[in-house]
T-cell receptor, first 113, second 114 residues
Framework: KAGVTQTPRYLIKTRGQQVTLSCSPISGHRSVSWYQQTPGQGLQFLFEYFSETQRNKGNFPGRFSGRQFSNSRSEMNVSTLELGDSALYLC????????????FGQGTRLTVV | AQTVTQSQPEMSVQEAETVTLSCTYDTSESDYYLFWYKQPPSRQMILVIRQEAYKQQNATENRFSVNFQKAAKSFSLKISDSQLGDAAMYFC???????????FGTGTSLTVIP
């Protein structure tokens, strides 16, 4: 059974550009959540999707957005990149909202220069 | 607001010895889950152990066990017979009963000394 797949693994972008990150959950999983990990702020919740609907959103500016497709794959988009957006972005998938087990991908390392 | 605090940024343990990582949390919810995740250099977050708040019995998974004190809002992880492969960053996490939003502590970097 394939795990959570995040693409790309590494990304370098320039300030002001936009970026799209992808997360393919484990087959059959319908819930996907996204986290930003930085040395200074630790792991912070970005948003959660379930059955193509955003269920929760963390305290991030509107430049951060996401969506989920009918096959449960999710994308997150960051527009007008800032240096502070450099981070490891992790996604986690689970069967549904009340399941305790959540599986994480290996993350996308975004560097903004 | 839910917060998770790990007061030990770094810990070290001799191989085969026992180490305890501390975690406290704050919540007004009565139903929730607590987790310990391990993040090795590969960056993959791996579930170590979980505890349902409504269960009084402490969870155990092989060499890993927790000391869950609900009234004190404390959730420590004990690793017995430490192995070199246990070296990693350990994160304590909280999740409300419904939903898939985790709140993480700042992590404890564990070094295992041969």
């Amino acid at each position: 059974k394939a795990g959570v797949t995040q693409t790309p693994r590494y990304l370098i972008k320039t300030r002001g550009q936009q970026v799209t990150l992808s997360c393919s959950p484990i087959s059959g999983h319908r819930s996907v959540s996204w986290y930003q990990q930085t040395p200074g702020q630790g792991l912070q919740f970005l948003f959660e999707y379930f059955s193509e609907t955003q269920r929760n959103k963390g305290n991030f500016p509107g430049r951060f957005s996401g969506r989920q497709f009918s096959n449960s794959r999710s994308e997150m988009n960051v527009s007008t990149l800032e240096l502070g957006d450099s981070a490891l972005y992790l996604c986690a998938s689970s069967l549904g909202q009340s399941y305790t087990e959540a599986f994480f991908g290996q993350g996308t390392r975004l560097t903004v220069v | 607001a839910q917060t998770v605090t790990q007061s030990q940024p770094e810990m070290s343990v001799q191989e085969a010895e026992t180490v305890t990582l501390s975690c406290t949390y704050d919540t007004s919810e009565s139903d929730y889950y607590l987790f310990w995740y391990k993040q090795p250099p590969s960056r993959q977050m791996i579930l170590v152990i979980r505890q349902e708040a409504y269960k009084q019995q402490n969870a155990t998974e092989n060499r890993f066990s927790v000391n869950f004190q609900k009234a004190a809002k404390s959730f420590s992880l004990k690793i017995s017979d430490s192995q070199l492969g246990d070296a990693a960053m350990y994160f304590c996490a909280y999740r409300i009963y419904t939903g898939n939003q985790f709140y993480f502590g700042t992590g404890t970097s564990l070094t295992v000394i041969p």
